[in-house]
């Protein structure tokens, strides 16, 4: 089976700075690794995916991801944060076996303060 | 277009009352998929629908829960005799179901259930 551990489960950065959310997997195969985004009272939104190739790989709203497999992580960032990035972000992997279902990892929430 | 729904967005039950959940998921798509978020559980797979194919059940935490999707479209979550416990946001999602482990999974609003 594989997991996602999400360090921090609350964030804080000022409008402007780096944001950094980190993630590390376990996993006896090469995975397909996700970052969702919660915004409130809504359904999750996908932020970017890795499945093969480029590891470093861009999303939406300014985020980025890097698959780094030797320290199995795939930490999400962004060079400077704005007010609406505030929203729990989840990282989730693929479950290799069946299909397309996905473990996600606690969630950390983000807080963009001024 | 439209994406995947939900209803109810949220239903309030008394311990031990039966509950059912709806999702319609995005026209086309043939995977249907649903999760729980809760307090202290996180997001769990539940279960899994692809075409017609036999679900992949393997999420569901006890017999008390069963889904089912009529018509390759609609799906139903039904959770027997609730119990507090089973307080969550119950999310659906849907994909194009070609068959390709990195496929994007859409998801919905969430029903959230509050078991009394």
């Known amino acids: 089976a594989q997991s996602v551990t999400q360090l921090g489960s609350h964030v804080s950065v000022s409008e402007g700075a780096l944001v950094l959310l980190r993630c590390n997997y376990s996993s006896s195969v090469p995975p397909y690794l996700f970052w969702y985004v919660q915004y409130p009272n809504q359904g999750l939104q996908l932020l970017l995916k890795y499945t093969t190739g480029a590891t470093l790989v861009k999303g939406i709203n300014g985020f980025e991801a890097e698959f780094k497999k030797s320290e199995t992580s795939f930490h999400l960032t962004k060079p400077s944060a704005h007010m609406s990035d505030a929203a729990e972000y989840f990282c989730a992997v693929s479950d290799h076996g069946t299909a397309s279902k996905l473990t996600f990892g606690t969630g950390t929430r983000l807080q963009v303060t001024l | 277009g439209a994406g995947v729904s939900q209803s109810p967005s949220n239903k309030v039950t008394e311990k031990g009352k039966d509950v059912e959940l709806r999702c319609d998921p995005i026209?086309?798509?043939?995977?249907l998929y649903w999760y729980r978020q809760s307090l202290g559980q996180g997001l769990e797979f539940l279960i899994y629908?692809?075409?017609?194919?036999?679900?992949?059940k393997s999420g569901l935490p006890s017999d008390r829960f069963s889904a089912e999707r009529t018509g390759g479209s609609v799906s139903t979550l039904t959770i027997q005799r609730t119990q507090q416990e089973d307080s969550a946001v119950y999310l659906c999602?849907?994909?194009?179901?070609?068959?390709?482990?990195?496929?994007?999974?859409?998801f919905g609003p969430g029903t959230r259930l509050l078991v009394l």
């Open positions: 999602a849907s994909s194009l179901g070609k068959g390709a482990i990195q496929e994007t999974q859409y």
């Open positions: 026209s086309g798509h043939t995977a």
């Open positions: 629908f692809q075409g017609n194919s036999a679900p992949d």
